[in-house]
């Protein structure tokens, strides 16, 4: 594990984590966070510093499925597999390397990637059960989904976002292509699946505060697309909790 020489190797990883306790992804000067934690774990590997890009940022709270990251190695006679036992033999329970490979010299997990795409669990008009609640929201009652549905077929394509975005966001852009937005039920949960190209800071959740607020109060499918023309946050629904959101997996152009 210790002999290194010649060309530094790519190595991608695939993260899954319990973002409960975290305040995000992005490593923090003082708060615990997901990057810093495998940071540490691979600083131990090496002996020295490694630093790691993922492929976005989630916020404190939110948890991941299939995170992808990367970083560069000087370790040569170590197989990249063999980082999935290393690293989570030091990483807390709460961040697991679910599979390591050998990446392209050139691969970057942020700005090679195509697609995010994210789901949302709901406990929709029953009793949710104390482990189910740290990974999803609780509503008391049960949404019409074919009404939700057609709300969200309003999303795709490429979308004026302005109606989602936080004030403090700092994108230039708030056009966002989005390949599927849509509902379905699974195992007593309600489900949101959404893909696009890119998110604003907390777009998920804004989203899925402002469909369920509008399927609550009976709005129109009409009223919802001129409230997403507005691009006015004040019309649209609440930011939902951040429990119930995880960056379920990462589309590439390429490995």
């Not at 995000?24 to 090496?46: F, K, M, P, T, Y």
């Not at 039920?185 to 777009?203: C, P, Q």
């Amino acid at each position: 594990m210790t002999e290194q020489c010649g060309v530094p190797r790519n190595i991608r990883l695939l993260v899954s984590y319990d973002g409960t306790d975290f305040s995000g992804w992005q490593r923090q000067s003082s708060d615990r966070s997901v990057q810093g934690e495998i940071e540490a774990a691979l600083e131990r590997i090496h002996k020295k510093p490694v630093s790691l890009s993922g492929s976005g940022r989630t916020d404190a709270g939110v948890h991941a499925a299939g995170q992808v990251a990367n970083f560069y190695t000087d370790i040569r006679n170590m197989a990249p597999e063999r980082f999935i036992p290393a690293l989570n033999a030091l990483l807390p329970r709460d961040v697991r390397v679910l599979e390591s490979l050998e990446a392209s010299p050139d691969f970057h997990a942020r700005f090679d990637a195509k697609l995010r795409t994210y789901r949302y669990y709901i406990i929709p008009g029953r009793r949710g059960l104390p482990h189910e609640l740290r990974y999803a929201m609780q509503i008391w009652r049960t949404p019409d989904l074919e009404l939700l549905n057609t709300y969200a077929r309003c999303l795709l394509g490429e979308t004026d976002c302005s109606v989602f975005a936080s004030p403090k966001d700092p994108s230039k852009s708030r056009s966002r292509y989005i390949e599927q937005a849509y509902f379905f039920s699974e195992g007593g949960f309600l489900v949101f699946e959404i893909s696009a190209n890119a998110f604003l800071w907390k777009m998920v959740r804004s989203i899925l505060g402002t469909l369920l607020y509008c399927e609550e109060k009976k709005i129109s499918p009409g009223e919802f697309r001129e409230i997403l023309r507005s691009r006015d946050r004040t019309l649209a629904g609440p930011t939902a909790v951040p429990q119930g959101l995880f960056l379920w997996k990462i589309d590439y152009y390429r490995s």
